[in-house]
């Protein structure tokens, strides 16, 4: 019979098989090494591939010819000199700024009408900061800082001097305290109330144990001179786009400090940005110059120029690029303009790069809950963007932290962001529908930021793709503080032909404000709140806590709303303690169906089920108040995790002590000495704050139980009344960092627990509902049960017309006869 071909060979050829392999091993061995000695005795180093290089994607490393000459290597570029085969042709020095300079757009003094005060850098012309200045009817900041309580004097973009101590102020916002105590751009600060100042560190710390109205002296140096300035502190403002080392204590390792709206060339001609690039590679990056700024009113625009030479590394030509920035008075939009100019002598293809906002503010991250439609959850900044096909989408910075640790590019740059470790959000190759953008934007609990068309446009037309990423090192982030990854994005603009002397450019805004669904709507962001499940009754509640505000402080509003909820569940809340009473008396019996079938449970069960039916027991009557409760409490719970009205709300308004509803109550500061176990932010269990409203919750939860739990009749029930102690101490533990507002409605409802059950135990009924000794056996009369006014209606119509004798047939009454 012949053998299949995947039989094994006869002994002799395998043997011969293996001596081959043997001597085929030695010999490449043998030569293996040689070559090794030979190399390293002629001195032939190997050639490694350039890092830089190997990162880009072949797109980016075909480098056209320029007039018609050989392809041009990046490193072979030098000052502005082009070599054009023999020829060399000089081209005219571009002069750009040596000094990069702040200025800002908006102001913080409340009679000037602005809502925020935007700080812009001239390298790169991106946003560096964005404070929300909007004042309420009471004059103070609508928005402040809720993580600090010093007093604010303003922001400098610092810089240190190397040959004297003192921190060199580079800007000063318009109505902050420095610009009304008249510090000016320039200056040198070098003391606060008379310690000297050497380092930005120095002014932080002295700063940070003010007050807000606390007045200081400030000392500065002007023109080889030293002046003292007198400034009145003010709250915070929130800083709702920062750079991450100005974070302060939530600010975490691993995120980025980088501008925002920062801009580069996506395509020039055939070539273009690979995804996962920041720019493209041998271009003479615009976010790393220094542009030409011009000051204008309501806004400024910056300008910088491409050089030919430049421009020929990645087969352009030289152009322009111009940037414009406007604040309208009483908005939270800031219009963005880009406009690129051909300058050169040939047509271009150009496409732009816009890249969006990073840095949101972090508050509260190691904290705070928010509600996510996605079930790995959210972090505490995501993408979300939307389209015509896609809809209203959130990608969660957790997605791309996990994407970019698992993408394999040993090379990358730490410094730099990470794009393209996702799919994009919209790509040039989808319908147009798909790139039919309404939005696309960093979300926080509170928060949005985001691009949004211009006005009077429905939605963005004009872009070529876009992509999310993360502009920390992924590397570098601690385990347990995820959540606070730098979340970012960017958008490419469709790619123009121009001519020389052409132009073209793109218009949109960038919406930086609170997430009201009123202002949301204004700019089609009304999706970017979200409540999840029972998202009616969280409405329905936010709706009525903002009516019952109007007593003035909104701790009192939620114990006024938590009455009323539960005063309008008191008839189920004591049909339920009847039921118990009911069930309480039944024990014996249910007693008895244990012993009686103690290996049996479908008899036992059976057993219970007839009993419960003889004496018209629902065992599930006195859960339904619960099932009740849990809308409202989820519905509640959410309402004080999206409604940002509980923001910035004090409980007390004359404490610093739970000054904010919608975060812990924050009692003592216990960070510095206990364990990073236990408080560390995202890291411990508690975090860095001693919260005594959770404490107090637990105190009252214990002693609900200790007061009506029923004695255990036996071990089994002794067991569960002592798990149920521990559970209720592991849950203190898990709610010890929930909102304060939250704690307010857990000590409100279980005081009103305590009361109502005392109330209803008075009223109940104090005779027994059932005959024991009648159900003995399964026998006895079942218990009477009242009949309602309906059944006795009923039972008289159902009762049969009475029947009368015939007047012949009656009796005569007795008497004498006539």
């Known amino acids: ?102 200025l800002t757009v908006g102001s913080m003094d409340p ?21 929300l ?13 809720v993580d600090v309580t010093s007093g604010y004097l303003g922001y400098f973009a610092g810089s240190e001097l190397e040959d004297t101590d003192g921190v060199l102020v580079n800007v000063v916002g318009p109505g902050t305290p420095a610009a009304t105590a008249g510090v000016e751009v320039g200056d040198v600060i070098v003391g606060i109330n008379g310690v000297a100042v050497a380092s930005r560190d120095d002014l932080v710390s002295m700063l940070s144990d003010t007050r807000p109205g606390d007045k200081v002296d400030i000392e500065v ?22 750079l991450a080392k100005d974070g302060g204590p939530d600010q975490v390792k691993g995120n980025l400090t980088r501008l925002s709206c920062l801009l580069t060339l996506a395509r020039v001609n055939d070539k273009r940005i690979g995804d996962s690039n920041v720019a493209m590679r041998g271009l003479t990056n615009p976010m790393d110059l220094n542009w030409d700024v011009t000051k204008e009113s309501g806004g400024a625009s910056f300008s910088v120029e491409l050089s030919k ?70 972090a505490a900044r995501d993408i979300v963007y939307k389209t015509k096909t896609s809809g209203h989408v959130l990608v969660s910075g957790f997605e791309l932290l996990k994407a970019a640790k698992g993408e394999e590019r040993s090379d990358a740059n730490p410094a730099l962001p990470r794009f393209g470790m996702t799919p994009l959000l919209f790509a040039d190759d989808g319908a147009d529908d798909s790139r039919d953008l309404s939005y696309v934007g960093v979300d926080s609990q509170y928060f949005t930021v985001a691009f949004v068309p211009a006005e009077g446009q429905a939605s963005l037309t004009t872009l070529d793709r876009g992509g999310a990423g993360i502009a920390s090192d992924p590397a570098a982030i601690i385990k347990h503080q995820e959540r606070a990854v730098n979340s970012t ?47 009616a009754i969280a409405k329905f509640l ?43 008396e039944l024990a014996p019996e249910m007693k008895k169906i244990n012993e009686k079938y103690k290996d049996d449970m479908e008899g036992k069960l059976k057993a219970q089920r007839e009993l419960q039916q003889r004496v018209g027991l629902n065992p599930l009557a006195g859960c339904l108040p619960m099932f009740i409760q849990l809308p409202i409490f989820l519905g509640l719970y959410r309402t004080l995790s999206v409604n940002i009205e509980m923001r910035q709300q004090p409980a007390l308004s004359f404490s610093d002590w739970a000054s904010n509803l919608a975060g812990p109550d924050k009692l003592a500061y216990w960070g510095d000495w206990l364990w990073e176990y236990l408080s560390g932010r995202g890291t411990g269990w508690l975090g860095p704050y001693f919260n005594v409203l959770p404490v107090i919750v637990v105190v009252l939860y214990l002693t609900q139980q200790k007061l009506f739990m029923p004695p255990a009749t036996d071990e089994q029930t002794a067991l569960t009344q002592k798990m149920m102690s521990v559970m209720t101490l592991m849950m203190g533990l898990f709610f010890f960092r929930v909102p304060a507002g939250l704690c307010i409605y857990f000590i409100t409802s279980s005081a009103w627990g305590i009361c ?25 009369a079942a218990p009477v049960k009242s009949q309602s006014l309906a059944e006795r209606i009923r039972s008289q119509v159902a009762k049969p017309e009475p029947t009368f004798e015939k007047p012949s047939k009656r009796k005569r009454p007795g008497g004498k006869k006539k």
């Open 133 to 145: 200045t909007e004042r309420g009817s009471d004059g103070e900041l609508k928005y402040r800082r």
């Open 756 to 780: 109502e059950r005392i109330i209803v135990k008075r009223t109940l009924p104090s005779k027994k509902h059932f005959d024991l000794a009648g159900l003995e056996g399964g026998k006895g």
């Open 542 to 584: 936010g709706g009525l806590l903002h009516g019952l505000s109007a007593v003035g402080n909104y701790a009192l509003a939620i114990i006024l709303l938590t009455l009323l909820v539960r005063g309008c569940m008191f008839p189920l809340s004591r049909k339920a303690a009847v039921n118990a009473q009911r069930m309480q």
């Open 309 to 378: 030479t430049e421009m020929a590394v990645v087969g352009g030509d030289a152009l322009r690029i111009s940037r414009s920035y406007q604040l309208p008075e009483k908005s939270y939009a800031l219009d963005l303009g880009v406009q690129v100019d051909n300058l050169g002598t040939t047509k271009q293809d150009i496409g732009v790069r816009l890249e969006g906002a990073n840095g949101i503010s972090l508050e509260g991250w190691w904290y705070s809950t928010k509600i996510s439609p996605n079930w790995g959850g959210a």
């Open 1 to 102: 019979m012949p053998q299949p071909c995947f039989a094994s060979p006869p002994l002799e050829l395998g043997l011969i098989v293996e001596r081959r392999l043997v001597t085929f091993i030695l010999a490449s061995s043998v030569f293996f090494f040689a070559y090794i000695t030979l190399r390293s005795w002629l001195g032939v180093a190997p050639v490694k591939p350039d890092p830089a290089v190997a990162a880009v994607p072949a797109e980016d490393l075909q480098v056209p010819a320029v007039d018609g000459a050989n392809p041009v290597s990046p490193d072979s570029q030098s000052g502005d000199q082009q070599t054009e085969g023999n020829t060399t042709v000089v081209t005219p020095e571009i002069k750009r700024p040596e000094k990069t300079e702040w």
């Open 221 to 242: 140096t002007r023109a080889a001179k030293t002046e003292t300035l007198a400034a009145q502190l003010s709250e915070h403002p929130l800083d709702l786009m920062r």
């Open 111 to 131: 009679t000037k009408g602005y809502y925020m005060l935007v700080t812009l850098c001239s390298k790169g012309a991106g946003v560096e900061r964005v404070e």
């Open 489 to 535: 994005f960017y958008v490419d603009t469709l790619s123009k032909s121009l001519e020389p002397g052409g132009s073209m450019r793109q218009d949109l805004r960038l919406f930086a404000g609170p997430k009201y669904t009123s202002l949301l709507t204004q700019y089609g962001l009304q999706d970017c709140i979200y409540y999840g499940w029972f998202s």
